[in-house]
């Protein structure tokens, strides 16, 4: 498969023209990349009107996808944002007010994307979970189509911590009943190429990103924005509203670059999936509590082994593995072939030299729903102050107040602190909050 971009780019690396153009780095190397760090010179072509090798680059990464995709060079962010402007767009069409329902486990970017659009929004709730889980159903889903009747569908899935929703059952019924279904698969954009695919286009999603850096081998904020053939007219400019006019061309070439090793993911992943289950299968009968069913990744439940996730993030790192995140409950684990086996066999030993103690008692608040006092886009373009947590009861959250990762709010814009929210703020470790004034 061609790499247009990257072809384009070396060459005018190798010319060694005289750049009066940007960036101010002129090809001169400080970091040793500055060579390959162009802008939309001749030929170079331009993301969101691309006609030339970024064009014929986003064709190759749609055959490999089966739909129409297009690249992001800041992440699912961008993505998440354009596919809630062509759901709004979509409803405008059909003489409706866009009313999306999304789970509550939302990227905080779904919640500032909402708020700018202005956009209505009918929270998820599943049955139990914590504030990163939404594992719906199909049954649930449809029980609020048919009381709230809204025009778009929104889940998270996998999740965080490696949940993996419905999505063939929860896209039959959202189509039922008339709503489109959009997917943040962020964490997913693998899927794909596992045999047969469990990628939420191929699932019957309409509209889906993926963050191509997190589990493929692209740099950090190369993304796809995924679309059905109705949307794809409009994807370009839904990117555009929300993205940079001058996007990365170093990113560019990344995502360019993984076309051909994408072709051949396949085989990679035939291989490398097995061996993560043999790991997950030693690390249960060791007396492990996975969590989650996503194939890349692994998830532990922390506490019942006798530590906090943090205590055995702490744990590797002393043997040089870094986690991708824990909190007091779990330990989250991000694979992919790239690692190798004799990595995947240091981490196997890692845990496996970790010795089993008395179960951790302490239990994370229980996730309760917030009492909603205005909008998400009320609260947000509101004058705010930051303020301690425990100062906060009454008052009226502002700005999302999560770390990320994970970055999914504890409480929504527009709710009201109670005595429960601030135990969860306090139970995570954040101190401070922006509230209305």
């Known amino acids: 498969m061609e790499t247009p971009i990257c072809d384009f780019v070396r060459a005018y690396a190798e010319s060694e023209a005289i750049?009066?153009?940007?960036?101010?780095h002129k090809g001169k190397n400080l970091l040793g990349l500055e060579a390959l760090d162009i802008t939309e010179i001749?030929?170079?072509?331009?993301?969101?009107?691309?006609?030339?090798?970024i064009q014929r680059s986003e064709e190759n990464a749609s055959r490999l996808f089966g739909c129409p995709t297009f690249y992001s060079t800041e992440g699912s962010s961008q993505c998440i944002r354009a596919m809630l402007y062509l759901a709004m767009l979509h409803a405008k069409e059909q003489g409706k007010r866009p009313v999306i329902a999304a789970g509550r486990n939302a990227h905080k970017t779904f919640l500032t994307g909402a708020a700018l659009l202005d956009l209505d929004v009918r929270w998820l709730y599943p049955k139990g979970g914590s504030y990163l889980s939404c594992d719906l159903t199909p049954e649930e889903v449809e029980a609020v189509l048919e009381k709230e009747a809204p025009t778009a569908v929104y889940l998270t899935s996998p999740d965080y911590l490696g949940n993996v929703a419905d999505i063939a059952g929860i896209a039959k019924v959202c189509h039922r009943h008339g709503a489109i279904l959009l997917v943040d698969n962020a964490h997913g954009a693998y899927l794909k190429f596992l045999q047969p695919s469990r990628h939420p286009m191929d699932l019957g999603a309409d509209l889906c990103c993926d963050s191509a850096h997190k589990t493929l081998p692209v740099l950090t904020g190369g993304a796809y924005l995924h679309c059905r053939l109705q949307f794809r007219d409009w994807a370009k400019n839904a990117l555009a509203l929300f993205g940079s006019t001058s996007p990365s061309y170093l990113i560019l070439q990344s995502l360019d670059g993984a076309n051909p090793i994408l072709a051949e993911a396949a085989n990679r992943l035939k291989d490398f999936v097995p061996s993560v289950e043999a790991v997950k299968e030693k690390l249960a009968d060791k007396g492990y509590t996975l969590y989650g069913r996503e194939p890349l990744k692994i998830t532990i439940s922390a506490k019942p082994y006798g530590y906090t996730g943090q205590e055995l993030a702490q744990k590797l790192l002393e043997g040089n593995i870094v986690s991708e995140f824990a909190d007091p409950d779990f330990l989250v684990l991000m694979l992919t072939p790239e690692i190798g086996q004799a990595a995947l066999d240091a981490l196997e030993a890692a845990l496996l030299s970790i010795s089993r103690k008395s179960p951790v008692l302490e239990q994370p608040p229980a996730f309760h729903p917030g009492r909603r006092i205005c909008s998400p886009r009320e609260a947000m373009l509101s004058p705010m102050?930051?303020?301690?947590?425990a100062e906060?009861?009454?008052?009226?959250?502002a700005a999302a107040t999560v770390g990320c990762p994970p970055a999914v709010p504890i409480v929504v814009s527009g709710e009201r602190i109670d005595a429960h929210a601030v135990s969860c703020f306090q139970y995570y470790g954040i101190t401070h909050c922006s509230v209305m004034k």
């Open 42 to 53: 001749d030929g170079a072509d331009s993301l969101y009107e691309a006609s030339g090798i």
């Open 392 to 397: 906060s009861e009454g008052r009226i959250l």
């Open 19 to 24: 750049r009066l153009h940007m960036p101010g």
């Open 385 to 389: 102050e930051q303020i301690p947590v």
